[in-house]
C-alpha cells in the first residue's frame, strides 16, 4: 500500500511494496506546504517567453533588456517567418518543439483557466499562446507545406551574438509532400487545435482559423506520412510520429467535436503503449491523458489508452510496483541528464491533470501493482517536483532565474549573458561574445526572470556556470511545462490576490 501523513508541515511519503516476496520501504522527507508564492512563480514563468521573442516587439513588451530581431527571417524566399520564439539560449527558431510549447501553455489555459485569471495572469498566458501560434499560422503556408526551422543550428551554436546582433545565416527548412515530417506537422495541429479552445470564447474568429489549419496540418502529417529529421542533430525523433498524430487527434476531437477525430485515435489505439516520459519527442502519455477523460465520459473503447495512462503514473510515483523513473536523494525525478528539468516539469504537468481527471470522474484512485495512489497523493507527490524547482532541495536554491533570494546567475543564454542593446548599442560580435561574455566568470547582466535551466544532476548538484548547457540553459517548452505544473497549486499559499511581480 502506499500512504502519506500530514505532520507539522511535513509529510512523511511511505510507500510500502512487496516484490519477490521481500517487503521494501521508500522512505522520502519533503514539505508539503512550503510557503512558495506560486502565484508570483506562475506570473514569472510566463513572463520568460516574453524575453524568449524574435520579430518585431510589442508596445506592450515587459522585457526591456530585448529589442527587435531576426525581422528578415524568411524573406529570400519571399515567405513570412518573423515572429515565434528562439528554442532556448540560441537564436534558431525550431518549430517542432515550439509548436509542443504552444500546446502545453493552451493546455494549461485550457485546465487552469478561473485559477490563471483569479491572479491576473490569463491575458499574459494568452499572448504567450498567440506569439507561438501566429508563427505556426505563417509557417503554414500551404495545405502540404510547413517550414520548420528557422536559422542554421551549427552556425548558430559556434557564435555567441544577442539576437538583436544575429548575422549568422537565417536558413529555412520546410516539409513538404516530397519531404515529409509528420512529427512537426501533427504537433502543429495538436498546437493550433489546444489554442482554438483558448481563444473560442475570447476571439471567435481567430479560433476558427486555428482550427481550421489545424486540421489541414494534421491531415498533411497523416496523408503524407514520413519522419522529421530536418532539425537533427538538434530534435530528432526517437519516438517516431505515431505518438504526435495520436496527439494532434486528441486535441481536434477535444477542439471540434467530431466524431472522426475520436474515430481516429480508437481506430490506432494499438500504436499507443506504455511510456516513462513526456517530452518535445514522446507525446504519447500526453494523448493518453486526455483520452482518458473520454474514456470516464463513456468512450469504453479506449480501455487500453486508459490503461497505458495509468501505467505512465506508476512508472514514476515512487512507491509503485512498476516505478521506471527514480528520484534523485533530494527527491527530483530524475529521466537523464540532459536539462532533466525538462521531464520532471512535464511529468509533473501530467500528474497534476490526471488527479483532476480522477477526481472529476469519482475515481478513488488507480492501482500500480500492491500500491494504491488516490487523486490526493498523486497531487502530493506533484506538488513536491514544483516545491524542489522553488528551492525545496539539498541546495536551498531556486532553479527559476528571479525567483527566491539564491537562484542561477551563469544562465546559459546569449541574450541574457551580454549587455542590453539599450546599455550596449555597439554590435557584439560572434567571437567578441565567445571571449567577452560566453566565457566570463561574471553573473549575466541581464537577469532572464522566469527562467528555468535544465536542472541538477543524479545526487542534486549543480554548478552555475554558463558553458554547463545541460545544466545552465533554459528552454521554452521546460517553462511551458512548469506553467502548467505550477498553475494547479495557485490558491495553496495564504496570497493569491492580483500583484505585482516581484523582481530582483
Not at 511494496?17 to 506560486?38: F, P, Q
Not at 503554414?140 to 542554421?152: F, I, K, N, R
Not at 487527434?249 to 477525430?261: H, I, M, R, V
Not at 512535464?346 to 492501482?367: C, P, Q
Request: some cysteine; hydrophobic content about 35%; charged content about 15%.
Amino acid at each position: 500500500m502506499g500512504y502519506y501523513l500530514v505532520v507539522s508541515g511535513l509529510f512523511l511519503w511511505c510507500a510500502m511494496v512487496s516484490h519477490n516476496g521481500l517487503a521494501m520501504t521508500d522512505w522520502k522527507l519533503m514539505s508539503s506546504s512550503a510557503n512558495y508564492d506560486y502565484a508570483d512563480a506562475l506570473g514569472k514563468a510566463i513572463l520568460f517567453f516574453e524575453g524568449q521573442r524574435s520579430g518585431k516587439l510589442p508596445t506592450s513588451q515587459r522585457v526591456k533588456w530585448r529589442g527587435d530581431s531576426a525581422l528578415s527571417d524568411g524573406k529570400l524566399q519571399n515567405v513570412n517567418l518573423i515572429g515565434g520564439y528562439y528554442d532556448a539560449g540560441d537564436n534558431v527558431k525550431f518549430g517542432w518543439p515550439m509548436a509542443f510549447t504552444t500546446t502545453l501553455l493552451s493546455w494549461a489555459a485550457v485546465e487552469y483557466e478561473s485559477e490563471i485569471s483569479s491572479i491576473n495572469q490569463l491575458g499574459y498566458l494568452h499572448s504567450a499562446i498567440r506569439w507561438g501560434a501566429d508563427f505556426i499560422l505563417r509557417a503554414h503556408t500551404s495545405p502540404t507545406t510547413l517550414y520548420t526551422q528557422v536559422g542554421d543550428g551549427n552556425a548558430d551554436h559556434q557564435c555567441w551574438e544577442r539576437p538583436e546582433d544575429m548575422d549568422t545565416p537565417r536558413t529555412v527548412y520546410k516539409i513538404d509532400a516530397n519531404s515529409p515530417g509528420s512529427e512537426a506537422a501533427a504537433e502543429s495541429a495538436a498546437a493550433l487545435s489546444a489554442a482554438s479552445i483558448v481563444f473560442k470564447k475570447i476571439d471567435a474568429n481567430y479560433s476558427s482559423t486555428l482550427l481550421s489549419q489545424s486540421k489541414s496540418l494534421f491531415d498533411f502529417a497523416d496523408k503524407y506520412r514520413g519522419s522529421y529529421s530536418g532539425s537533427c542533430p538538434f530534435y530528432c525523433s526517437y519516438s517516431g510520429y505515431q505518438d504526435e498524430l495520436l496527439w494532434a487527434a486528441s486535441w481536434l476531437y477535444k477542439a471540434s467535436g467530431e466524431s472522426k477525430y475520436l474515430s481516429y485515435t480508437i481506430g490506432n489505439q494499438g500504436w499507443s503503449h506504455a511510456v516513462s516520459e513526456f517530452s518535445w519527442d514522446n507525446k504519447f502519455v500526453g494523448a493518453q491523458t486526455l483520452l482518458t477523460e473520454e474514456f470516464y465520459g463513456g468512450k469504453k473503447d479506449l480501455a487500453k489508452i486508459k490503461s497505458d495512462a495509468e501505467s505512465f503514473i506508476c512508472a514514476v510515483m515512487p512507491g509503485s510496483s512498476s516505478l521506471q523513473i527514480k528520484t534523485t536523494p533530494g527527491g527530483l525525478l530524475f529521466t537523464r541528464d540532459s536539462s532533466n528539468l525538462q521531464y520532471a516539469t512535464s511529468s509533473t504537468m501530467v500528474l497534476f491533470i490526471f488527479s483532476k481527471i480522477l477526481d472529476r470522474n469519482h475515481i478513488d484512485g488507480i492501482n500500480c501493482g500492491s500500491a494504491h495512489f488516490t487523486p490526493s497523493q498523486i497531487r502530493a507527490f506533484a506538488k513536491t517536483q514544483v516545491d524542489y524547482i522553488l528551492g525545496n532541495n539539498p541546495r536551498k536554491m531556486s532553479y527559476m532565474v528571479g525567483f527566491g533570494s539564491k537562484y542561477p546567475k551563469q544562465l546559459h543564454h546569449r541574450g541574457s549573458s551580454i549587455p542590453s542593446i539599450n546599455a550596449h548599442p555597439a554590435k557584439v560580435g560572434c567571437n567578441d561574445g565567445l571571449s567577452g561574455y560566453y566565457n566570463s566568470g561574471n553573473p549575466n547582466p541581464n537577469i532572464h526572470v522566469g527562467a528555468i535551466v535544465g536542472g541538477p544532476d543524479s545526487n542534486d548538484q549543480f554548478n552555475d556556470a554558463r558553458s554547463d548547457y545541460s545544466h545552465s540553459e533554459p528552454t521554452t517548452y521546460m517553462n511551458a511545462a512548469f506553467v502548467g505544473s505550477v498553475s494547479a497549486l495557485l490558491g495553496k499559499t495564504a496570497e493569491t490576490n492580483l500583484r505585482t511581480l516581484q523582481f530582483p
